[in-house]
């Protein structure tokens, strides 16, 4: 399932709190998902990060007032009676052993924790590796695995420049990884770093606005590998030495059909990407007029990366008009 999907998903079982494990690739963004998903619910979410955690953690025994016999002290996160709903989160859940697995189970199934009830409004969610992306995850016991309903999470570029645009990651990245889509998330096992969604937005996105120029290309290379590093690089100093955008949106406004059109296939998708960012209800028109002559197929980018950023173009004449024209194509 696709991001989108996997929220949708965890907020139609959420009244019935059906008990959920996400898994997929290295660094696609699952617990992120479940976030999302608590948020459109308007639910707390609790988020137990289980490789650091021992059984222990999970209770240990206390002395009681009678001597006879003994209670247990509950962890921090266990929800409270005055809590009444939220999602409570088992990230990373398939690097654990099956001492933890069995505790979980437990949990899963009687909604118990050493003889504390969880409180009905709570729904249990995991996230999870797969075995074979060798990223550290164990089998899953098979009593657990018949607790919970498994969802496999993938994503795409489509859906990750729907996300990315809603979370402000940058037009350079975003532009990049529409020119190089097969490294939004090209992870290998064998590499000890690699081009993953959560890379691209953690380790360089975020990164590289807080750094000077002079180390992009290190930074880069510590979070999505050398090869990958290489490309990005390259881009960047294309749209350094590309003609001031807000001065191609004049030329454009002023007559689409005589501004100057990008000199190759990098700069296509540098462009397109750049405008997509300018645009304006009042001046649609004349820049869908300028991409047809770059590629008629760029309009399709175009218009899926403006609409992200400005829904209000939605509004516009010129859109009607496009999309009359266009009734075959789904954005």
Not at 112 to 121: N, R, V, Y
Request: with cysteine.
């Amino acid at each position: 399932m696709y991001p989108k999907d996997v929220v949708n998903v965890i907020k139609s079982l959420y009244p019935i709190k059906r008990t959920l494990c996400i898994e997929g690739s290295v660094g696609l963004g699952k617990s992120t998902v479940v976030r999302q998903a608590a948020k459109e619910l308007g639910v707390p979410i609790k988020v137990i990060h289980m490789p650091t955690a021992l059984v222990e953690d999970f209770g240990i025994p206390y002395p009681t007032k009678d001597e006879d016999y003994f209670g247990y002290k509950l962890p921090h996160w266990w929800p409270k009676t005055d809590e009444p709903e939220g999602i409570l989160l088992f990230d990373d859940r398939n690097q654990v052993g099956t001492d933890l697995q069995k505790v979980l189970a437990n949990i899963c199934q009687d909604r118990t924790l050493h003889g504390s009830k969880l409180p009905d409004g709570w729904m249990i969610i995991s996230t999870g590796n797969r075995i074979e992306d060798r990223a550290g995850s164990n089998k899953i016991l098979t009593h657990l695995r018949n607790r919970e309903t498994v969802i496999q999470y993938e994503t795409s570029l489509s859906h990750w420049i729907e996300w990315a645009l809603a979370n402000n990651v940058s037009e350079e990245v975003i532009g990049f990884i529409n020119f190089r889509p097969n490294l939004l998330n090209d992870f290998n096992p064998d590499r000890d770093v690699n081009p993953t969604p959560r890379s691209w937005v953690e380790g360089v996105d975020r990164v590289l606005t807080s750094l000077p120029k002079e180390y992009w290309k290190e930074a880069c290379a510590g979070a999505i590998g050398q090869g990958a590093t290489t490309e990005f690089i390259g881009y960047l100093d294309v749209l350094e030495n590309l003609q001031d955008l807000n001065e191609l949106v004049k030329a454009i406004e002023k007559d689409p059909s005589k501004a100057a059109l990008p000199t190759s296939h990098m700069l296509n998708y540098a462009v397109i990407t750049g405008l997509s960012y300018r645009v304006k209800r009042d001046n649609l028109d004349r820049l869908l007029k300028y991409i047809e002559r770059i590629n008629k197929e760029f309009v399709i980018l175009f218009m899926t990366l403006a609409k992200g950023i400005d829904k209000n173009i939605t509004k516009s004449a010129a859109y009607v008009e496009w999309l009359i024209a266009n009734q075959d194509v789904v954005l």
